[in-house]
């Protein structure tokens, strides 16, 4: 897909003020959905990559006289949620019909939440590279059911775009939703793509930390709609705002509010006008494309649901879930860098990354702090932006703790350790079964490096000579052969070591 005419990014913010806004969807992980009993394959350990159309019931299915029934533990989620959000919590609030064609909703409306949420009027904290600190404010967080998924076959992309046909699967249609929704953010400014990127790994860190759901946005089980419109500096009169929908990493949500703004400035700038639509975010050509015209809420015919009561939680229940709550977002970045004794730097680059969860947990599972950094912002980090992927998404937090702890008790290099990563990405198992299947453990047999050591020296008889000489660095020839000829499984410090005992070197 071609891309649009852009406007200069500097130049578009001279000209415009970005406004922004979000609607972030959090699958909840409980064992059943939001108004069924039906497994839900957004729970603990689920990966949506069960037989499609397997766990459902007539609920899901909007049969003829099927009633839906309030999932309590979702409910319960949805109120530590608003509650970590800073959100107030409605004494009563309802459940409504949104009314709209949905494909993968077989009944065509959807449980929603209105004009009475959950929750409601909180606000987020997030902290930029640059140290600058926003609070983002929240307008409502609430309870709805998720649709199920098309599969569209045929084609050249997998897009309903030239497909010959589609493939419903109602798996998904009634997982347990929280939709968190902010009021509108201005003042972002030429921050307006970090802000978004912050704010989305915020929520992200806040309902892992919460055990609340999965959060993985390549499983779905964290979707961002991410709104853009532009103010023309001098005035006050807002402008229209697009809806990229669906955006599934975090790096992406940067990547989009950063298209949108030049593409829309370039139009504004040219005398055109910014249609009021949803837009869909492709990951491959870094582009956004038409979607629908953005419905308003009138066009939903919103209606209270009638087989369902309103939820009226006690002020014992808020007071009791209030208790549980985990530590606030900024509190634990500065537990956790006290406690890591990271520079600001070297903490900002985890941050940075979307990383803190992970080198969190590698650090659970026994790896020391600066050996998670290292491994998650440096290799791991540059395989991801390989491949257009979030790290978090290649390798467990407890792999790479298995990895680190290998090379710590001297099985492998970091080269060696690479491959191994390598090998786990691909699939061939946990970091120590790739050391055995590969053979790729150091050799530590000295009789092995001497070997090595003497066949490198005859082929450079000149070298022992120059160390005796005091050319102590004329060993690293010979080191680069012998690691060579060992593929990379010796410890080169310790060649280093035999071959200065062989020059006889005092050093």
């Not at 957004?42 to 990966?47: E, I, K, R, V």
């Not at 077989?106 to 939440?113: E, G, T």
């Not at 929280?178 to 009021?183: A, G, H, L, N, S």
């Amino acid at each position: 897909m071609a891309k649009a005419d852009l406007m200069d990014y500097d130049k578009a913010l001279e000209l415009f003020e970005p406004v922004l806004g979000f609607e972030v969807h959090v699958e909840l992980n409980t064992q059943t959905k939001m108004f069924s009993d039906a497994p839900n394959p957004a729970a603990a350990g689920g990966s949506h990559s069960e037989q499609p159309n397997t766990m459902i019931t007539p609920v899901d299915l909007g049969l003829p006289g099927s009633l839906p029934v309030v999932n309590e533990e979702a409910v319960r989620s949805s109120i530590r949620l608003g509650l970590a959000l800073g959100c107030s919590i409605a004494p009563s609030s309802r459940f409504a019909r949104k009314n709209y064609f949905y494909p993968d909703l077989a009944k065509n409306y959807q449980i929603s939440q209105y004009d009475e949420p959950i929750a409601f009027e909180g606000e987020v904290e997030i902290e930029l590279a640059s140290g600058r600190v926003i609070q983002v404010p929240i307008e409502r967080a609430h309870m709805e059911e998720d649709a199920g998924k098309l599969t569209h076959v045929g084609g050249a992309t997998g897009r309903i775009q030239g497909a010959e046909y589609s493939l419903v699967d109602y798996n998904r249609a009634g997982v347990p939703l929280v939709e968190i929704v902010t009021k509108m953010i201005v003042g972002a400014e030429s921050d307006a793509p970090e802000v978004g990127k912050a704010y989305v790994a915020a929520i992200r860190d806040i309902v892992v930390a919460l055990g609340i759901s999965e959060a993985r946005m390549e499983r779905g089980n964290l979707r961002c709609d991410a709104n853009v419109s532009l103010k023309r500096r001098g005035t006050d009169q807002l402008g229209t705002r697009t809806e990229t929908k669906n955006v599934n990493s975090l790096r992406s949500v940067e990547r989009a509010i950063r298209y949108e703004i030049q593409r829309q400035a370039a139009i504004l700038e040219k005398g055109g006008t910014i249609i009021q639509e949803t837009r869909h975010w492709h990951e491959d050509t870094g582009v956004t494309s038409a979607g629908r015209p953005k419905s308003d809420a009138d066009d939903y015919r919103y209606f209270p649901e009638p087989d369902l009561l309103p939820v009226e939680p006690s002020a014992e229940l808020i007071e009791e879930l209030r208790a549980t709550l985990p530590e606030a977002p900024a509190i634990r970045r500065r537990r956790l860098k006290e406690a890591w004794g990271f520079t600001d730097l070297e903490f900002q680059d985890v941050v940075n990354g979307g990383l803190l969860t992970e080198v969190e947990q590698t650090v659970a599972a026994g790896a020391a702090p600066a050996q998670a950094r290292k491994w998650w912002t440096g290799e791991l980090t540059r395989i991801a932006n390989d491949r257009g992927v979030e790290a978090s998404t290649l390798i467990s937090p407890l792999h790479v703790s298995e990895v680190v702890a290998l090379v710590e008790n001297g099985t492998l290099t970091d080269r060696l350790a690479r491959q191994v990563i390598e090998g786990v990405i691909a699939g061939e198992g946990s970091p120590t079964e790739v050391v055995d299947s590969r053979g790729l453990k150091v050799v530590s047999d000295d009789s092995a490096l001497i070997a090595a050591i003497d066949d490198a020296l005859a082929a450079q008889p000149d070298v022992l000579e120059k160390i005796r000489d005091g050319k102590v660095q004329a060993a690293g020839a010979v080191i680069g052969a012998v690691m060579k000829a060992m593929k990379g499984q010796a410890d080169a410090a310790r060649v280093r070591e035999l071959v200065l005992e062989r020059a006889g070197s005092a050093e």
